[in-house]
């Protein structure tokens, strides 16, 4: 599974973890440093350094999107967005009632 910094930053904020914790979970995914140098270097148990990767991964799966999905976030003139918003709900529509049939 792979956890990007926007997803990270996501489940950092929602999850309220603290300072020391967000550290390590980015130097975990961010960073691809192994649990046991973050251990000794915190001075942790690798039991701890695994829960905190294991929750990470809990919550990054919990946002997951269904497969074919994706997410996009638009940013630009109020009209246009506007009009690619319209669009978008009359394709889900669509994508909903072919979805029944």
């Known amino acids: 599974m792979t956890v990007d910094e926007p997803i990270l930053e996501r489940v950092l904020r929602e999850r309220r ?3 020391r914790t967000a550290e390590i979970a980015r ?23 695994y829960a905190i990767r294991a929750e990470v991964v809990k919550q990054v799966k919990v946002y997951a999107l ?6 996009v976030t638009l940013r630009g003139p109020a009209d246009a967005v506007k009009a690619a918003h319209a669009l ?14």
């Open 17 to 19: 973890f603290d300072q």
């Open 27 to 49: 130097r975990l995914f961010l960073g691809n440093e192994p649990p046991q140098k973050l251990a000794r270097e915190y001075a942790l148990l690798d039991k701890r350094i």
């Open 66 to 71: 269904p497969a074919g999905w994706s997410e």
């Open 88 to 101: 978008f709900r009359k394709r889900m529509r669509e994508h909903g009632e072919a979805s029944r049939d």
